[in-house]
Every structure is written in structure tokens, then in C-alpha cells.
């Protein structure tokens, strides 16, 4: 591939992002107006160039079908943003509430899975599910919606208070396991609300 223009790197920039954020590619006019260009010609005539040099595609006669094709388009995923609630306890249940944060991007290649609009995350606070894997700090990662299977990770609430742990059925009835044995099952004594099922984790280094 040919190097670019500095103005040229600008434009394949702005494609990039926009695509990583799942939005559409920008058109011809909104190319313009993000770089105050006087006339869509000059836009049209960056995409030209940046065709002419490999970086991006398009299907003849198609409206909406450019393509970033560089190097570090093709090996990196689609970036998304998984709204993070606070914190949960993975020790004993705690009345927490949850509290929005901010949001925590992924790429969803390396998480696994693609994030739906029902997809949350919750940082841990202790130590209670170790035998899992899941340390305190990590971030873990959440679907609401399905209805757990006995031996997956949920994030519940049990008689109004918020817990990590493993879910469990015994003779019919549901209860919370931990993955360390320096914590009790939990057994609800009036409800079980299970606020999401465990999807995946995501791990700082630590120094």
C-alpha cells in the first residue's frame, strides 16, 4: 500500500472510528462537515485517493459501501462499550446498589461473544468465587435475560441483597454456591432474583 497524506491519514481515521463504534460509514457530506470542507468534491476526492491506495473498498453502484481495508482493520474486531454498574460482592451478599460507572470497551473478537443491549458488566469485591477463576478487581461480564442452567455464574439478588456466585438446584429448590470454602452456600429465605447470567472476564494487570 502507498503511504498517505497527512489530511488523507485524517479521513481514514475518522472511517475507522466511526466503524468501531458500529455506526454506518459517513457519507461524502458528513466527511465534509466533520473536516469543514468547502465543497463535497474535496471529500469525495480524499475517498478517491484512499481507494486508489488500497485502504478502503466499495461495491460498484452501491450507495453506503465503503470498506476500511488496511492492515490493522482486518486483524482488529469491532470495538463495543458494555455499560459497567458498579461493583458486586463475590464474598458474603452485601446491599449494594448498583450504580452506574461508565462503560467498558471490548473488542468483541477477544471477548468471545457479541454484547447485546442487554449485556452489563460489575466489578468484583472479594474473593468467594477464586475456584472459578474469578478474582477481586476483575471485571466480569453479564447477559440479562436467560434463565440460568444449575453450575453457572449469576449475578443475584437473594432476599434483596447482591452476591456473585454459583447458581444451584437441590431437590428443586435454588440456591448459591461459592467457589471457596471459607463461604457458606446461600439459601434464599424469601427470593431469588437472578440479575444476569455470566458471559466473560476481563482482566487488568496487576503490579
Do not use: W
Not at 141 to 164: C, S, W, Y
Amino acid at each position: 500500500m502507498n503511504e498517505l497524506t497527512p489530511a488523507q491519514e485524517r479521513v481514514l481515521d475518522f472511517l475507522q472510528a466511526e466503524v468501531h463504534a458500529g455506526r454506518p460509514i459517513p457519507t461524502v457530506r458528513e466527511i465534509a462537515a466533520q473536516f469543514g470542507f468547502r465543497s463535497h468534491r474535496a471529500a469525495a476526492c480524499h475517498l478517491e485517493a484512499l481507494k486508489r491506495k488500497g485502504f478502503i473498498e466499495s461495491d460498484p453502484g452501491k450507495a453506503r459501501t465503503l470498506r476500511v481495508v488496511t492492515p490493522l482493520a482486518l486483524l482488529r474486531g469491532r470495538i463495543v462499550d458494555i455499560p459497567l454498574f458498579g461493583t458486586i460482592p463475590a464474598g458474603f451478599a452485601g446491599d449494594r446498589e448498583q450504580q452506574p460507572e461508565g462503560c467498558v470497551s471490548v473488542d468483541v473478537e477477544s471477548i468471545g461473544f457479541k454484547p447485546t443491549r442487554n449485556t452489563f458488566a460489575l466489578r468484583v469485591v472479594g474473593d468467594s468465587m477464586i475456584g472459578r477463576h474469578i478474582c477481586d478487581g476483575d471485571i466480569a461480564v453479564f447477559e440479562h435475560g436467560p434463565e440460568p442452567r444449575p453450575g453457572q455464574i449469576v449475578a443475584a439478588l437473594i432476599d434483596r441483597k447482591n452476591t456473585l456466585k454459583t447458581f444451584l438446584v437441590r431437590n428443586g429448590r435454588p440456591f448459591l454456591k461459592a467457589e471457596n470454602p471459607n463461604y457458606p452456600e446461600l439459601i434464599p429465605s424469601e427470593e431469588l432474583v437472578i440479575q444476569g447470567v455470566f458471559r466473560g472476564l476481563i482482566r487488568k494487570g496487576r503490579d
